[in-house]
């Protein structure tokens, strides 16, 4: 507990650091909502770890309440973490964030439907989030996935793949994808968390593949042409 203390002076620092509005540790104590939630959470994990789930799921519903931030107390939070604005976060069971992350509101790290070979759910269902990363407001990053340190993902953004260190990713064009293997045992299909199919195929990273190993036989059979010439 004592270590969680530590860790809420750091996320108090934290959001004096990278909120221009924020004038003092005291306004940021008594206004920030981001700074509201951490703390509920820093106390609901110590309560999950001591196998009060049960206290610890009730007392993250009343955050959610009173902050509009949904951290449910499984999730695992470095220190100096910062929620800009915050109305709208939600942050699942298995994520993992590491130290000094920065999100904005509406940001989901969201758990997808992941079957392991014996067809059961497995357990690691949400993000891994490195250290120093920034999320922009209404992002959406979900599935297993890993984010690196330093990286950056701009606003609106939907990320379902893992994502390099110091890196900038942006986009969410939607497109319709082909399902592989969509009908499971006894023609059941499985509920897809955030409408992700893990196995479904996208025909135009699909296409996009295909053409790059076209365009790599053309360089190669023109390079033998030149050789011979």
């Given at each position: 507990m004592k270590a969680n203390f530590?860790?809420?002076?750091?996320?108090?620092?934290?959001?004096?650091?990278?909120?221009?509005?924020?004038?003092?540790?005291?306004?940021?104590?008594v206004c920030a909502s981001g700074f509201h939630a951490i703390v509920f959470h820093r106390f609901n994990h110590w309560l999950w770890q001591l196998d009060f789930k049960f206290t610890a799921r009730v007392l993250s519903q009343v955050a959610r309440f009173l902050t509009g931030i949904e951290i449910h107390p499984g999730a695992r939070i470095g220190k100096g973490f910062f929620i800009d604005h915050g109305m709208g976060v939600v942050i699942g069971e298995t994520c993992e964030i590491g130290d000094n992350v920065t999100m904005y509101h509406d940001v989901t790290l969201g758990?997808?439907?992941v079957f392991g070979p014996d067809g059961k759910v497995t357990a690691k269902r949400h993000p891994?989030?490195?250290n120093n990363v920034i999320i922009g407001s209404g992002s959406q990053v979900l599935g297993p996935i890993k984010i690196g340190d330093n990286a950056k993902i701009g606003s609106n953004a939907i990320v379902t793949k893992d994502v390099a260190p110091n890196?900038?990713?942006v986009g969410m064009a939607a497109h319709r994808v082909?399902?592989?293997n969509g009908r499971r045992k006894k023609g059941r299909q499985p509920f897809a968390a955030y409408g992700i199919v893990p196995d479904a195929k996208d025909p135009v990273e699909a296409k996009m593949e295909e053409l790059t190993r076209a365009l790599?036989?053309?360089r190669e059979e023109v390079k033998q042409l030149k050789e011979k010439s």
């Open positions: 530590k860790m809420i002076r750091q996320d108090l620092d934290a959001v004096v650091k990278r909120d221009p509005a924020t004038r003092s540790k005291f306004e940021a104590a758990g997808t439907t891994t989030i490195g890196t900038t990713v082909a399902e592989l790599e036989v053309l």
